[in-house]
């Protein structure tokens, strides 16, 4: 897809040199990987003091602002369902940050995914996941649902490798001539819903992100396309997080696939936080994305955040928890 001027792979996301795996600040021992990870060193919520807006404390590599450790800036016109949003752009020949971030309904785990949307045939962009301490499991002593077995409903947030309308970009000035890779883009925003289901007995996961949606893409102009967007987004296709084993610090990583055709199509990774493992935090990265139709979007590649409740304990009732145990 042409996500921005330039075409081809010139998007993709580029590993920065010498880079390597660290643990998120607020966990010691918890390892994300580099694949959902990438760009994205942390990333933490500021609460504003006195009134103040809260900020977004972020360490990406590279060239959103200084110092490394940088403040980017609440961005309400870009939020999406469960998820707050902030930008940073120096200038307008800067490239266009934007992250997005959310916490349990406990606290005890948070995800965030930051990113460009591309400029000089490079995008940069990562995701990470943290909890607050550590964890205990539901009790998997007793036989039947509820106990060891419990399920997690929650929302989805992801970000494109450019593609967006713009709208959040600072206006180039008049008459300053721009080459079509010098000038930044603005990534495209993805929604979505997302169900999991974990046994502590057997200490496995596995689940869906569905009803996914890109809510400001702009890359046809032709109405007959299953990717135009009229203005209520464009629909893609239902990811399937396959079954992942959950190690002893409460870590799990897998495949995520297409439904029925069961073709894979990227990575995910995520955590479980609080009591009686109350919350998951993870991170989806997906090399190829799939409208309605079932047709690839060229080009496009999709990074995200899912933050999820367990069901009758921490999650609100109805909507997805329906029909779940206890």
Known sequence: ????????????????????????????????????????????????????ADTLLVAISALDTTPVNASWQLEPSLDIPGYRAFKRQEDPLDRLFIGLAASSADKSVRAVVAGDGGQFNRVFSGAIYARKDGYTPPPATASGPGTGQVSYKGKYAGLLNGGSV????????PGRPTAATEAPKQAARVQGDVFMNANFADNVVNGIVK??????????????????DSGSGVELQNVVLVKSDIIANGTFTGTAEREVVKTKVGTYGGIVGGA???????????????DKTGTPITDALERGVFVLDQCGLTATAGGDCLGTAP
Do not use: F, H, W
């Open 1 to 52: 897809m042409a996500v921005s001027a330039c075409g081809g792979d010139s998007l993709r996301p580029d590993v920065v040199a010498g880079g390597s795996t660290t643990a998120p600040p607020t966990d010691t021992g918890i390892v994300i990987p580099d694949a959902l990870k990438y760009n994205l060193k942390t990333a933490v919520i500021v609460p504003g003091e006195n009134g103040a």
């Open 166 to 173: 713009g709208t959040a970009l600072l206006p180039i000035p």
């Open 211 to 228: 009803n996914r949606k890109v809510v400001d893409l702009a890359i046809t102009n032709d109405p007959s396309s299953a990717v135009y």
């Open 276 to 290: 009686n493992g109350s919350s998951i935090a993870g991170a989806l990265q997906l090399d190829t994305i799939y």
